[in-house]
C-alpha cells in the first residue's frame, strides 16, 4: 500500500501543497517518496529512499517550481527501498512521469515487450512499464488522454496511478483498478490523491473514482471516462464533514478498525504474489528433513494454521515454535538439513531474529514471510515472500494476520502440486476456494459488525472467557484469546476443544461465558460434544459456525452464522469476528485499541 497524489492550481507554486498532502499519505507508506512538477515545459523530480522528512531535508521538496504536480510515498512491493525504486518513474524520453500504488500482475511480460522496443528500464519496479507504456501510445500518434487510456488497459492486477507529461502540462491523469483515488475540487486548485486524508485541508468536496474510471483533472475541471469503452460517465460529489484525523483513518474512529475493513483488499493483494517468490520457498520447504514454523504472537498463530495447512493438504510435517523457546527446546539437533520458516510482520522482532542468528550459525536454511520489505528478517533469509498488505498502524495485528494466512495457504497449494500427495480434484478445489475468500470476508464483516457490536457490551462486563476450538479453529482460539486479552485486558483462555476437559473444564460455573468456533468441518460433530459438555456445567455457550447450521444455533445461547469456506482456509474467515469483538469490547470499556497499554508495534527486546 503506498500513497499518491497530485495537484495543479489555478496559479501559485503547487511544491508546498503537494509536500502537505504527502505527509498526510505517509501512514500508507515510508520507505521512499518523490515529487515531480513541469515548470516550462520541463518535468522536474526528486526522490529518495528513506521517510518524507529526511528526504525532504536533503533534497527541499518546497523549492520545485511549478503549478502542477504528482507525489507519492511508498511501502515497497517490487524492488527494495531505493533512489532508484522510488517513485514517479519516468519514460524515455524523461517527459511522462508516473506515481503508482498496487501490484501489476503481468509486468514481467509489458516489461519484456518493452525492452524489445529497446525502452530501457532504470528500476525494478513493476510501475515503470506504464509511462513506458503511454511513451509508446504518444509515439503512435495519440493525445495525452488517449495514451494513457490505451496503456491502462493493457494493465492486470491493482493499480491507482497518477501521470504527468511534459506535452500537455495542464491536466493531471489518474485511473483505478481495485486500488482508491479520489479527486478533491476547490476554487483554487484540484486535487488527487489515494484518500481524503491527502485534500481535507483543502476541501472538503470530493468525487471518488470507481474501479475501472479514468479521470483527467485541470485546475478547474474534471471529467471522468469509462477505461474499457472510453465513455464519459458522471459520478456524484460528495461534502465531507470530516476533521483532518478522522480523514486520515478514513473516517473509521481507530486505525485498527479502518485495518479490519481493509482485509478484503489487503486479501486480494496476497493473491497477486509472484508465483516466483512462492516457487522459491516452496523448494526449500520440500528440501528440508526437518522444518519449523518460528514466530512470535499472532505470527505464531498464523505458524499453527500454516502446519496444519503444510500437513492435510501436502502431507508435510512442520513444528510451529515460539521463537523465544526455540533455541532451548531444539537448538542443539538443528543442522544443516533444518529449515526454518520465519514470519514477523515487522521482520525485527528480537526473540525471532536471535533464533535465526543461532540457526544461521548451525547453517540451517532461513527463509521468511513478512510485510516489511528491507527489514532485518529479509536480509538474514535465504528467500522471503512479502505480504503486500502495507502498513499496520494499529498495535494488535490484524490485517497482516490474514495476510500471513493467505500466503501460507498459496504454499501450501504449491507444495501440494510438487509433492502430489493429493488428488488434483482437492487442489483445484482449494485452488478456486482461495479466490473467493476475499470476497467471502467481506460478507463477514457485513453480517458481524452490528451483531458483534451490540455482544460487546456484554463482553465488556467479563472478568474472564474461555474460547475453544478443534484442527484448525484451534488456531483461531488463540488468535482470539489473544486479540481480546491484549486489548480489553481481560484474562481468557483458549484450549484445542477436546484437551478441555483434561482440566480447564474445572472453571466452568454457572454462566461463565465459553466461546465455541465451530466451521462445518470434519471437527463438527466432536464440538457438537464439547459444547454439551460445557452445558451441562452451566457455561453460556457463545458459538460462530455456519450459516444455516440449526443443531448447533439451538444449543447456542449466542449466535453468528458465517458463510462456509474450505475447511482449510476458514480460520481467515472465522477470525474476522472475534477481532471486531477485541476491538468493540476495548472501546466499550473506554480503552484505545489502537494503543493498548504495556504493548509496542515491533517488540525488539528479548
Ligand atoms: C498481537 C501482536 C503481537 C505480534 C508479535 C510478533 O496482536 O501484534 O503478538 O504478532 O509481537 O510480531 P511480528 O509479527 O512483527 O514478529
Keep these: 500500500m503506498c500513497g499518491i497524489t497530485g495537484c495543479v492550481t489555478k496559479q501559485g507554486n503547487v511544491a508546498n501543497i503537494l509536500y502537505n498532502s504527502l505527509k498526510r499519505l505517509e501512514y500508507r507508506g515510508y520507505d521512499s517518496a518523490g515529487v515531480s512538477t513541469v515548470y516550462q515545459n520541463n518535468l522536474i523530480v526528486k526522490k529518495d529512499a528513506g521517510k518524507i522528512d529526511e528526504i525532504h531535508s536533503r533534497l527541499n521538496f518546497l523549492d520545485l517550481p511549478g503549478n502542477i504536480g504528482i507525489a507519492h510515498t511508498r511501502w515497497a512491493t517490487h524492488g527494495a527501498p531505493s533512489q532508484v525504486n522510488a517513485h514517479p518513474h519516468l519514460d524515455c524520453t524523461g517527459k511522462i512521469a508516473v506515481v503508482h500504488n498496487g501490484v501489476l500482475e503481468n509486468f514481467l511480460e509489458l516489461k519484456q515487450d518493452l525492452e524489445a522496443r529497446k525502452h530501457i528500464f532504470k528500476s525494478k ?37 497518477a501521470v504527468l507529461y511534459a506535452g500537455e502540462p495542464d491536466k493531471i491523469i489518474v485511473a483505478r483498478n481495485e486500488s482508491p483515488i479520489v479527486i478533491g475540487l476547490s476554487k483554487e486548485m484540484n486535487l488527487v490523491a489515494s484518500d481524503v486524508a491527502a485534500v481535507i485541508e483543502y476541501t472538503n468536496k470530493v468525487v471518488f473514482l470507481e474501479n475501472g474510471d479514468l479521470a483527467v483533472v485541470t485546475s478547474d475541471n474534471f471529467q471522468i471516462f469509462r477505461i474499457d469503452s472510453g465513455i464519459p460517465v458522471q459520478r456524484k460529489t460528495t461534502e465531507l464533514n470530516w476533521t483532518l484525523e478522522m480523514a486520515a483513518k478514513g473516517g473509521y474512529p481507530h486505525y485498527m478498525l479502518k485495518e479490519i475493513f481493509d482485509q478484503p483488499n489487503v486479501l486480494r493483494e496476497a493473491l497477486r504474489i509472484q508465483d516466483k517468490y512462492l516457487d522459491l520457498l516452496t523448494e526449500f520447504l520440500d528440501r528440508g528433513r526437518e522444518i519449523f514454523l518460528l514466530a512470535s504472537g499472532t505470527s505464531h498463530n498464523a505458524c499453527i494454521v500454516g502446519s496444519y495447512m503444510f500437513s492435510k493438504l501436502a502431507r508435510l510435517t512442520t513444528y510451529p515454535v515460539i521463537a523465544s523457546e526455540f533455541i532451548e527446546n531444539y537448538g542443539s539437533s538443528i543442522g544443516i538439513d533444518t529449515v526454518i520458516l520465519a514470519l514477523s510482520q515487522s521482520g525485527e522482532t528480537a526473540d525471532v531474529l536471535t533464533s535465526l542468528e543461532y540457526a544461521r550459525y548451525r547453517a540451517a536454511t532461513i527463509i521468511g514471510i513478512t510485510n516489511v520489505l528491507g527489514s532485518t528478517l529479509t536480509r538474514i533469509a535465504r528467500a522471503y515472500v512479502l505480504q503486500n498488505a502495507g502498513p499496520e498502524i494499529g498495535v494488535a495485528a490484524t490485517k497482516t494476520f490474514t495476510s500471513q494466512l493467505m500466503v501460507l ?33 467481506e460478507k463477514t464483516l457485513e453480517l458481524s459488525d452490528e451483531p458483534i457490536k451490540k455482544l460487546s457490551k456484554e463482553t465488556a462486563r467479563f472478568s474472564s472467557m474461555f474460547f475453544l476450538g478443534r484442527g484448525l479453529s484451534y488456531a483461531t482460539a488463540l488468535e482470539a484469546r489473544l486479540k481480546i486479552m491484549e486489548l480489553s485486558y481481560i484474562p481468557c483462555i483458549a484450549y484445542p476443544a477436546g484437551e478441555s476437559k483434561h482440566g480447564p473444564i474445572s472453571v466452568i460455573e454457572e454462566g461463565y461465558p465459553v466461546f465455541f468456533i465451530a466451521p462445518n468441518d470434519e471437527t463438527r460433530k466432536h464440538i457438537i460434544g464439547n459444547i454439551m459438555e460445557m452445558k451441562a456445567r452451566g457455561a453460556r455457550i457463545y458459538c460462530i459456525g455456519a450459516e444455516g447450521d440449526e443443531e448447533i444455533k439451538q ?12 475447511p482449510l482456509l476458514s480460520p481467515i474467515v472465522y477470525v474476522i469476528p472475534f477481532q471486531l469483538l ?5 472501546v466499550e470499556k473506554g480503552y484505545d485499541p489502537d494503543k493498548p497499554r504495556n504493548l509496542a508495534k515491533s517488540v525488539t527486546v528479548l
Design 582 to 586: 477485541a476491538y468493540y469490547t476495548a
Design 125 to 161: 519496479t513493476d510501475t515503470e512499464v506504464i509511462p513506458h507504456l503511454i511513451e509508446e501510445s504518444l509515439k503512435m500518434g495519440k493525445n495525452f488522454t488517449e495514451a494513457v487510456l490505451e496503456a491502462v488497459r493493457k494493465l492486470r492486477g491493482s493499480y491507482a496511478i
Design 555 to 566: 444449543l447456542s445461547d449466542w449466535y453468528l452464522g458465517l458463510p462456509s469456506t474450505h
Design 409 to 441: 495457504a498459496l504454499l501450501a497449494l504449491r507444495l501440494a502440486r510438487k509433492r502430489g500427495k493429493v488428488s488434483q480434484y482437492e487442489i483445484d478445489e482449494f485452488q478456486e476456494e482461495l479466490r473467493l475468500v476475499p470476497q467471502l470476508v
